[in-house]
């Protein structure tokens, strides 16, 4: 028997959050702009030399994150890789993704919303960023709250546990995991995820939660490839959540087709 699944919406959009971060990126450079308004007449009057070397590591900064925005922008719109290759933090996001959300609660945009437009923006970089990705040594993240409430089997130590029952979609990620070869985990939070990501040292990885996890975790394991699959919580959060499972496959054809 399958687990029947609900869908997610397909409606995500790419535009809150490369909005918000322009925004973001715009009052950056009004700060800095009002910071060398601030030294000027100490510095300059200290020596001219250190107000100049000052401005320019301003604008050098500022620079920076606008130069990494618009990569970002133009890879997520375009799907052509051109960001940067390093193997380093992204800077740009977490510098500029904290103003972001604190300029969607000033106006009060939903912050879910926010965090699944910046899944949506991530998936799309992630599938720009194929020729990247080296090996099939893949990972599927789980939340533990697809697991139906009632049951008593531990699986987060050990998915195998699942009887299979087909209560929930547990057993139906075993079996895609058999047939696709693929490690499956189910988690029941960031510090247990990180964990496994750190002994299995995935070269992608496919990751089911709900947007707020999804956009912590994305951000913790970068460089990786994560592929985000929002979850769906029809009986409210952390309990008995569904997942569009045609999204799923979508992520594993993209990770052995890549």
């Known amino acids: ?11 995500w959009s790419k535009r809150p959050f490369l909005s918000f971060c322009w925004a973001g990126l715009m009052l950056v450079a009004a700060a800095g702009l009002l910071l060398v308004y601030l030294v000027y007449p100490r510095l300059y009057t200290i020596e001219p030399w250190s107000f100049y070397l000052f401005t320019a590591a301003v604008g ?19 799907g052509i890789d051109l960001l940067y290759p390093h193997g380093h933090k992204s800077v740009t996001v977490k510098l500029l993704f904290p103003i972001a959300v604190f300029l969607a609660k000033l106006l009060r945009y939903d912050r879910g919303k926010l965090m699944a437009s910046f899944v949506r923006v991530n998936n799309s970089m992630t599938i720009a960023q194929a020729d990247r990705i080296k090996g099939n040594r893949i990972l599927v ?20 546990n699942c009887t299979r029952c087909g ?22 939070g960031g510090t247990l995820a990180r964990k496994r990501v750190a002994l299995f040292r995935p070269q992608g990885i496919i990751a089911v939660a709900c947007e707020r996890d999804l956009t912590l975790g994305i951000q913790d394991v970068h460089p990786v490839p ?18 569009d499972m045609g999204a799923v496959d979508a992520a594993i054809r993209f990770f052995q087709k890549k």
């Not at 050098?60 to 375009?78: E, Y």
């Not at 209560?167 to 995991?177: A, L, S």
Request: hydrophobic share 40%.
């Open 141 to 160: 993240l789980l939340p533990h709250c697809l697991q139906i409430d009632v049951c008593s089997r531990k699986i987060t130590n050990d998915i195998t």
């Open 226 to 243: 994560v592929y985000g699959v929002i979850n769906d919580r029809v009986q409210g959060p952390c309990v008995n959540t569904r997942v």
């Open 1 to 11: 028997m399958t687990a029947t699944v609900m869908s997610v919406p397909v409606t």
């Open 60 to 78: 050098l900064f500022v620079a920076v994150l606008g130069g990494g925005l618009t990569l970002i922008t133009a890879t997520s719109l375009t």
């Open 167 to 188: 209560k929930c979609p547990v057993g139906e990620f075993i079996t895609i995991g058999e047939k696709h070869n693929l490690k499956i985990e189910v988690v029941n």
